[in-house]
């Protein structure tokens, strides 16, 4: 079952025409690094894709994978709401 966070994470202007992705689930979250990511590298970057994989897996909280995808979006200078 999918778990979706109760406080969901705003990305501005990272969507495909430059619109803002509303983040609420590990799953989503790894989908915005994978496919709307503004940046190709970055050490917070592949922290958060191992803490996403992991929660998919179990190994880690949800709330882990939310922090990370915040962590990310800080390093690579993505506006957000969270």
Not at 24 to 38: F, K, T, V, Y
Not at 55 to 76: C, F, H, M, P, T
């Amino acid at each position: 079952m999918r778990k979706t966070w109760s406080k969901p994470v705003i990305l501005h202007g990272i969507g495909e025409e430059g619109e803002d992705v509303v983040v609420d689930s590990a799953l989503g979250a790894s989908w915005a690094l994978i496919e709307d990511w503004p940046e190709e590298d970055g050490e917070a970057l592949d922290k958060a894709l191992l803490v996403l994989a992991a929660v998919a897996q179990g190994k880690a909280k949800e709330e882990d994978g939310r922090k990370a995808l915040i962590a990310a979006a800080l390093e690579a200078g993505v506006k957000i709401t969270a």
